[in-house]
T-cell receptor, first 112, second 112 residues
Framework: GQSLEQPSEVTAVEGAIVQINCTYQ??????LSWYQQHDGGAPTFLSY????GLEETGRFSSFLSRSDSYGYLLLQELQMKDSASYFC?????????????FGAGTQVVVTP | DAGVTQSPTHLIKTRGQQVTLRCSPK?????VSWYQQALGQGPQFIFQ???????QRGNFPDRFSGHQFPNYSSELNVNALLLGDSALYLC???????????FGPGTRLTVL
């Protein structure tokens, strides 16, 4: 089964805030990344958290709590162009050379 | 600065055939990873190449093989194609296996 769990779909209106949660299995955890993928496009890197806390990059922020095996991606001031799939991904401590394990993705639908 | 490029864009094969997909990493990157992405799913790690050697491998059969050339470009070969091999094949590059991976646009493989 999936070692990363995230909701399958989230719908919100323009200007709103969306939080996408991701829980993961702790065995050999190294860090949590977030990727965005538009339909027909390539995944693009958004953020990476190795330590607990919040990382902010413009309208997007990512949070990690290692003790809770939990992270989230926060999308603020939603725009239509933010409609995409968002994936959390983990690398294992014993495989720190970029072997990423992805969740199934969260489809974010932004409505006018 | 060219990003990650992949060829071909689309490919149609029949069961039992063999296919070769190609990837050129982003300039300055030395590590190439390959992923398989089925429709509606997250990318699944196939393997990773660094210094012309396979460094990491996911849970894929030996029908999937690869190669990395001295210029860091890479090939993915799949033998004895099955219907279930139909997917988007993504190549990602990074520097030294770092956690930020840059993805190419992918090759859409259809097996009939």
């Amino acid at each position: 089964g999936q070692s990363l769990e995230q909701p399958s779909e989230v719908t919100a209106v323009e200007g709103a805030i969306v939080q996408i949660n991701c829980t993961y299995q702790t065995s050999g955890f190294y860090g949590l990344s977030w990727y965005q993928q538009h339909d027909g496009g390539a995944p693009t890197f958004l953020s990476y958290n190795a330590l607990d806390g919040l990382e902010e990059t413009g309208r997007f922020s990512s949070f990690l709590s290692r003790s809770d095996s939990y992270g989230y991606l926060l999308l603020q001031e939603l725009q239509m162009k933010d409609s995409a799939s968002y994936f959390c991904a983990r690398g294992k401590a014993t495989d720190s050379w970029g072997k990423l394990q992805f969740g199934a993705g969260t489809q974010v639908v932004v409505t006018p | 600065d060219a990003g990650v490029t992949q060829s071909p864009t689309h490919l149609i094969k029949t069961r039992g055939q063999q296919v070769t997909l190609r990837c050129s990493p982003k300039s300055g990157h030395d590590t190439v990873s390959w992923y398989q992405q089925a429709l509606g799913q997250g990318p699944q790690f196939i393997f990773q190449y660094y210094e012309e050697e396979e460094r990491q491998r996911g849970n894929f059969p030996d029908r999937f093989s690869g190669h990395q050339f001295p210029n860091y470009s890479s090939e993915l070969n799949v033998n004895a194609l099955l219907l279930g091999d139909s997917a988007l094949y993504l190549c990602a590059s990074s520097r030294g296996g770092g956690n930020e991976q840059f993805f190419g646009p992918g090759t859409r493989l259809t097996v009939l």
